[in-house]
T-cell receptor
Framework: GAVVSQHPSWVICKSGTSVKIECRSL??????MFWYRQFPKQSLMLMAT?????????EQGVEKDKFLINHASLTLSTLTVTSAHPEDSSFYIC???????????FGQGTRLTVV | LAKTTQPISMDSYEGQEVNITCSHN???????ITWYQQFPSQGPRFIIQ???TKVTNEVASLFIPADRKSSTLSLPRVSLSDTAVYYC??????????FGQGTTLQVKP
């Protein structure tokens, strides 16, 4: 299947700092990318949908000023967690859908720990 | 809200065939059915996708009845390494991917 690369795989940051997570589609173009967070023993929760060249659409209850999403090209989307706090510690996962296709592929995830 | 309902957990033994059924009573005409597998601390991995009837690939089969209100993922001869969470998603080619609870499959020796 197609490859989606997410970086970094894990990050530890201090409370109050910002962290950027990158999501790249390596062998296909992705007009649409999705960002999720997942807490232990729970399912993936959709945070936002980003379309290349336009503003992201956030799910209800997700603060757009705290979770900044940029999708500047057809192969790269970034999620920036601003002013991180311990409660933001989670597993963040991105997904990219092949332009014109029906399948979506996921990155390996980023474990964020805020101390 | 997720459009799908799956059993929360299933147990099986190595070498057996496992069938996981997903209910999606409100599936729309332009919706596809996609199954993913997830191991702990990893992103979901695409298994199979279908629209109707039967789809088969090198790892699984997907059976979809004519009314498309349910689907069954079939894993032939499972091994210990198939222990994972399996998610069934229903979505259009432009719609959001919403995850339900998933099915935790435990394969025993």
């Amino acid at each position: 299947g197609a490859v989606v690369s997410q970086h970094p795989s894990w990050v530890i940051c201090k409370s109050g700092t910002s962290v950027k997570i990158e999501c790249r589609s390596l062998d296909f173009q992705a007009t649409t990318m999705f960002w999720y967070r997942q807490f232990p023993k729970q399912s993936l929760m959709l945070m936002a949908t980003s379309n290349e060249g336009s503003k992201a659409t956030y799910e209800q209850g997700v603060e757009k000023d705290k979770f900044l999403i940029n999708h500047a090209s057809l192969t790269l989307s970034t999620l920036t967690v601003t002013s991180a706090h311990p409660e933001d510690s989670s597993f963040y996962i991105c997904s990219a859908r092949d332009t014109g296709g029906t399948e979506a592929f996921f990155g390996q995830g980023t474990r964020l720990t805020v101390v | 809200l997720a459009k799908t309902t799956q059993p929360i957990s299933m147990d099986s033994y190595e070498g057996q065939e496992v069938n996981i059924t997903c209910s999606h009573n409100n599936i729309a005409t332009n919706d596809y059915i996609t199954w993913y597998q997830q191991f702990p601390s990893q992103g979901p991995r695409f298994i199979i996708q279908g629209y109707k009837t039967k789809v088969t690939n090198e790892v699984a089969s997907l059976f979809i009845p004519a009314d498309r209100k349910s689907s069954t993922l079939s894993l032939p001869r499972v091994s210990l390494s198939d222990t994972a969470v399996y998610y069934c998603l229903v979505h259009s080619n432009t719609g959001k991917l919403i995850f339900g609870q998933g099915t935790t499959l435990q394969v025993k020796p």
